[in-house]
């Protein structure tokens, strides 16, 4: 903070400050310091910033980093919260007595059209802008708006070589998206992603690269122990899962999207949340909740609001099924979810927060769940998205995750346990869903200070080149479009959306006229630029006018397109159902990390990943999907899981017979899998020992002619594509 303070006495405003510290380590403090000491910072005699605006866009821990900075008010007034209205925000902005304003960054577009009906001007004042955790919201259009109140840049201060008639509004929102020399932004985060980075990073001379103002790491707080290492104790389960088709027609369906819904339909399932929860249940008493003196609580991480209530019912079913009274869980979404699955038992139904959270009878209310949670009697927390991050909760010593976790949504959710606390000195993590090897990989690149490699603003280009390459959009309707954004403010507001939408028409209509496939691609396309635009523009040193009009243009015609765009998932109900199910547990182990092993995060490429591309999806018949899921799935299991049996018989087919190398060079496939009844019946008499298990296939291998060859064609067509991707 100091030497925040130090850069911005010398150098005034106009500057960029990304401060890396750990989650965990104190930031709502730090904040809360800062604004009040850049509030009161001089020059000399002149006061560096007119007033301090600290901007966070989550509702929780808006009130929690508002009491922290009223905290540190002394004389009353100074500090503004905007908790209501955007109309707060412009008195707070406009007025002389307010010097720190705590808002949100939702309510900039609406005092940016406040101030344009009034005619009011705020850019002739100095501003330090304070983000808490910057991440992708600071990439958007809401930032736009931000720098568009605040900025000193006014369109006709834009280096452009003629007036192409682009309309005054339209420049407006170009001079908007670059940097302001009125502005300085002080962005708070534990996890910079790569356009964090880009945009508020301090970039080397030499190479390029970029990398924070000031780091305080998360190997630093750890060794100071001021966190808690939440990769202590870490437990990995497997799934496993036996899928069987009741359809008897083979369909085609795509392959990706169909796996995704045989892995939800697999978790949705009430038996599977119903043995997930027996184990939840008895770790918590068994080891969390001993902890901390009996007061240690824990956390279920789910993937979606729907889950979150499933996973409740689950709970509560396993403790009044066990008479575990001293075991009671709370549940935490937003909104009202209506359950969708088409095999859940409750299909149908719509709950609430307050609703599953009775108390004596009565609702608990949503900004009441936290003081509740932290009273002896709860133990454990079910959650979807809400309070993943920005819940400070130090009694939370063990995490159960039922959710893929990527990146730097691993490092902020499991970061909920390294709050430290007197006497918490081991915190545990059941993962459902991710590997070792993945939270590894999602933890290295902030372990020490990130950093990244810059961003070629040629992909931003690149991409406006390739929405235009679909011929849906032309040059006389993108003039017509310009000619109506301009008249847009002279139009009652009910009726600019239509306005907007008629202007996009034509284009519109040549869009959903291509085929489906060729459509995809057009919205994705038009997706990249969105988003592309979005980020780059704040960063690249000139964008064309024409540019600014291709993105407004697009971005209308994308909402229309996504608004009509079907799910193109997969109906599987009715044609799956769940035989066999077991938790397997993998493991525990202290996932080590290492600075050494963390890669600069890579600049957007081409394709919007950051990375590479992902192949073409494939297709093919639902039973091999099925059974492919099996083989994903399965393990080593009993009797009474009768899995992986076919597996074993491919496998013992293929190392017995060697002679099938030079057949599958030989022949096609369709000739490779023709006439293997011997192959396969005498492999399934050779796996294992298990008599049963291989009675009851011999006897479906020698009677059913429909499963012989369909397990022929599994078998037989596995090893030969197994060869044939071998290259012999």
């Known amino acids: 903070m100091v030497e925040c303070q130090a850069h911005a006495r010398v150098h005034g405003t106009g500057h960029h400050y990304l401060i890396q510290h750990s989650a965990g380590s104190g930031k709502t403090k730090e904040i809360a310091w800062l604004a009040h000491e850049l509030s009161s910072l001089h020059a000399g005699d002149v006061k560096v910033f007119d007033k301090v605006v600290v901007i966070t866009d989550r509702r929780v821990l808006d009130a929690q980093l508002r009491r922290q900075i009223e905290q ?5 007034g100074v500090v503004r919260s905007v908790d209501q209205h ?13 010097k720190i304003v705590v808002t949100t960054l939702q309510k900039f577009p609406f005092v940016l059209r406040q101030l344009n009906e009034e005619g009011e001007r705020l850019a002739d004042r100095r501003y330090a802008v304070i983000v808490d955790e910057a991440h992708s919201s600071q990439t958007g259009e809401s930032a736009a708006d931000l720098k568009a109140v605040l900025g000193s840049v006014a369109a006709d201060e834009l280096d452009l070589d003629e007036d192409d008639g682009t309309p005054p509004a339209l420049l407006a929102q170009l001079a908007a998206r670059g940097r302001q020399p009125n502005l300085s932004f002080f962005a708070f985060t534990a996890t910079p992603k790569g356009k964090t980075l880009e945009l508020f990073g301090d970039r080397d001379p030499v190479d390029g690269s970029l990398a924070a103002f000031h780091t305080y790491s998360m190997r630093q707080a750890i060794e100071e122990d001021f966190i808690v290492d939440v990769l202590r104790n870490y437990t990995t389960y497997d799934q496993l899962f036996r899928l069987e088709t009741e359809a008897r027609e083979t369909f085609e369906v795509p392959k990706g999207k169909a796996s995704t819904r045989l892995a939800q339909f697999a978790r949705f399932h009430p038996y599977v949340k119903a043995q997930k929860a027996a184990v939840v249940v008895e770790h918590f008493k068994q080891v969390v909740r001993p902890l901390l003196g009996g007061r ?3 956390m279920v991480v789910c993937a979606s609001r729907e889950e979150a209530v ?22 935490a979404f937003s909104d009202e979810v209506t359950i969708r699955s088409p095999d859940a038992d409750n299909l149908g139904m719509s709950y609430t927060e307050p609703e599953m959270n009775k108390i004596g009878g009565r609702p608990l209310s949503e900004t009441k769940l936290p003081e509740e949670f932290d009273k002896p009697e709860y133990g454990v927390l079910v959650v979807a998205e809400k309070y993943q991050t920005g819940f400070d909760q130090p009694k939370l010593c063990g995490m159960y995750v039922d959710k893929k976790l990527v990146g730097v949504n691993a490092v902020q959710t499991l970061s909920r346990l390294n709050r430290a606390a007197l006497g918490k000195d081991e915190v545990y993590v059941l993962d459902f869903a991710n590997t070792a090897e993945e939270i590894r990989a999602a933890f290295e690149p902030f372990y020490g200070q990130t950093e990244g490699g810059p961003t070629d603003p040629n992909v931003l280009f690149d991409s406006a080149d390739e929405v235009r390459s679909y011929g849906v959009i032309d040059d006389a309707e993108l003039e017509r479009f310009v000619g109506d954004w301009a008249a847009v403010e002279e139009v009652d507001e009910h009726k600019r959306h239509a306005l907007l939408s008629t202007s996009t028409q034509s284009a519109y209509d040549r869009a959903v006229a291509l085929d489906s496939d060729r459509l995809g691609e057009l919205r994705d396309a038009l997706n990249r630029f969105f988003r592309f635009y979005g980020f780059l523009a704040q960063v690249v040193p000139y964008v064309p006018p024409q540019t600014e009009v291709l993105f407004q243009f697009s971005k209308v015609l994308l909402k229309r397109l996504l ?28 996932i080590g990390l290492s600075e050494d092993g963390a890669k600069p995060l890579a600049g957007i490429t081409g394709d919007g990943t950051g990375g590479e591309a992902q192949g073409e999806i494939p297709l093919g018949p639902l039973a091999e999907l099925v059974e492919a899921f099996n083989e994903r799935y399965g393990g080593e299991l009993g009797d009474a899981d009768a899995l992986r049996v076919l597996t074993d018989v491919r496998d013992s087919v293929r190392e017995g017979n060697a002679e099938l190398v030079a057949q599958a060079e030989a022949n096609s496939r369709d000739d490779f899998v023709r006439h293997r009844d011997d192959l396969l019946i005498g492999a399934a008499m050779e796996v294992g020992d298990d008599r049963e298990k291989q009675g009851k296939l011999l006897k479906a291998l020698l009677d059913d002619e429909e499963f012989r060859a369909r397990a022929g064609e599994l078998v037989m067509g596995s090893i030969y594509d197994g060869y044939r991707a071998e290259g012999r």
């Open 86 to 98: 955007s109309s707060q925000l412009r008195e707070a902005l406009l007025g002389q007595q307010a």
């Open 72 to 76: 540190f008010e002394q004389v009353s």
């Open 310 to 331: 499933q996973w409740k019912r689950a709970l509560d079913q396993e403790i009044e099924r066990h008479g575990h009274d001293d075991v009671r869980a709370l549940v």
């Open 296 to 298: 240690g609580k824990a």
């Open 563 to 590: 608004s009509r765009a079907p799910d193109g998932g997969v109906n599987l109900s009715g044609t799956v159902e769940l035989t066999h199910f077991r938790l397997e547990r993998v493991g525990t182990e202290h």
